[in-house]
């Protein structure tokens, strides 16, 4: 994995730049995997540029052209902040990276700060891992993140787009997001919960209601508590759905419910370990 520090906006010890360039000769990475740049942010962050000017540099690479053209590999937030603060040139460090390693640094830099949303977070990952071949392991390690992380992150990628969406703009949280995974209609229920401003528990509870939902024949047969719970810690534990049907004198079965082919490799690595439950 590349070896790439967080980008550090206005704050922080500066990197010393190579040079300075004229902000037109500079321009973005059309493959950056960030799609999101919060407007009253970057309003502030101008504010300070305007003041202060621009305290850490770009990193950059030559893009070609005549005059030369430089492409952004890390510093995005700063060059659209340094265009609004109308700065006539903008501190650099110039590299001659390949496409391949703009991308991945590109990716890191973004997962490293705290104001990137879940979505684009988990999208990171998975460029990471499809385009690169990291391991959620190895990601974990080098984002300094927990490999239960990194899987969390990338199983909301498992959500519809417009659930997404609403989880990248806040209007759900990712507490409420793990919630509606596993359920049959993502969509119906979140629009639910953003209608009615549901808590997590709330939405918890009526995502395990739209699972399990209660007829005349099955209020007979109730679960007890201790079933309950248990089926709750397996599919915390699993982050899947889990349901066991309990007879006293004749045993049972638990049945577990996945959404995808990596969702099922995930499962069969958890269970081909000894005691994945109280490991994780």
């Known amino acids: 994995m590349a070896d ?43 504010a300070s540029i305007r003041e202060k000017g621009v305290l850490q540099p770009l990193i950059v690479r030559p893009y070609g052209g005549e005059p030369p053209v430089y492409q952004i590999v890390a510093g995005e937030r700063r060059w659209r902040a340094a265009q609004a603060a109308q700065l006539h040139d903008i501190p650099v460090i110039v590299r001659d990276f ?18 990137l949303n879940p979505i684009d977070e988990a999208r990171g990952y998975r460029q990471l891992i499809e385009r690169f ?29 417009e659930v997404q969406v609403m989880l990248a703009e806040g ?43 209660r007829s005349p024949t099955s209020a ?15 599919s915390a534990a699993l982050g899947m759905s889990v349901t066991i049907d309990h007879k006293a004198d004749s045993g049972g079965q638990v049945v577990i419910r996945y959404k995808s082919l990596e969702a099922l490799d ?15």
Request: with cysteine; glycine share 4%.
């Open 133 to 161: 071949g990291h391991t959620q392991e190895k990601l974990g390690e080098a984002m300094g993140k927990s490999r239960s992380h990194v899987a969390n992150a990338l199983r909301l990628m498992q959500l519809p787009e």
């Open 98 to 115: 390949s496409d391949t390693e703009v991308l991945e640094i590109a990716i890191v830099e973004n997962i490293q700060r705290a104001d």
């Open 171 to 213: 209007a759900l949280s990712v507490g409420h997001a793990r919630a509606l995974i596993t359920t049959g209609d993502p969509l119906a229920l979140a629009k639910q919960v953003v209608a009615r401003s549901l808590s997590v528990r709330e939405t918890e509870k009526l995502a395990k209601a739209s699972e399990h939902p």
């Open 220 to 234: 007979k047969a109730e679960k007890d508590a201790d079933t309950k719970a248990l089926e709750s810690d397996l």
């Open 4 to 46: 790439v520090a967080p980008e550090a906006e206005q704050s922080g010890a500066p990197r010393r730049a190579d040079t300075t360039l004229p902000i037109e000769q500079i321009v973005p990475n059309p493959d950056q995997p960030r799609r999101s740049f919060n407007e009253e942010a970057l309003s502030e962050l101008s």
């Open 266 to 280: 995930e499962l069969c690595r958890v269970l081909s370990v000894s005691d994945p439950v109280g490991s994780r």
